[in-house]
């Protein structure tokens, strides 16, 4: 048995900082941290917006959970002590992982309905499928998708074929874009307090 064991997650909280020249981890993730305090477990750890999810199977008991707080409580990582690379290389993957939540959360459509459809790798590569599917006249109609609240929605014809993928594409390009802006400010940091000002306010 697991429990996903949730936390409010901080820019001390640290997954892992890779140095690419190296090989080596900057700083010790906090993967390693719980695995370390307890040897023979597996340990899941994953962050998605301000919340840190840790799994460690087989379960704690309660009395090592309180362990398991306190460790992610004192796992901090002092950045006016780091350097300006490693503070450059955390607020990169910030923004990447940033990236997967916004195509977690997918697009809208119809605009302004509530209604989302998924944006990560796989359902992208179905939507250019149909896409490409109903260029060549190979698409029949209509066409059931299922969204992210997990209701069946038709795409009547060809027109909203293109106008559903297009939207989608929009999006997709919004959060490609705005990645893209964020880290070149980071990267024209020239000193710690810059790079820690860099703020990714993107919904």
Partial sequence: MSTIHTYTRSYNHVLGVYDMASGCCMETPISSLVQQQFPGRIVKVRASGAVLY?????????????????????????????SLAVCKARKVQMIKDKNLDLEAAGFEFPPATGQ????????????????????????PYPQPVRNL???????EDSA????????????????????????????????????????????
């Fill in 149 to 155: 609240q997990e209701d069946i929605f038709y795409i």
């Fill in 116 to 139: 989302r459809f998924d944006l990560q790798l796989y359902s992208r590569s179905t939507w250019q499928g149909m896409s490409i599917a109903d260029f060549y006249k190979m698409l």
């Fill in 54 to 82: 840790v799994t460690v199977i087989p379960d704690l008991t309660l009395e090592q959970t309180t362990v398991l707080d306190s460790l992610i409580a004192d796992h901090k990582a002092e950045f006016p002590n780091r």
């Fill in 160 to 203: 909203m074929m293109a106008y559903f993928f297009g939207c989608g594409l929009a999006r997709q390009k919004y959060i490609f874009d705005s990645s893209a802006f964020l880290i070149n400010q980071v990267n024209a940091c020239t000193t710690i307090e810059e790079c820690m000002a860099v703020q990714d306010n993107r919904q």
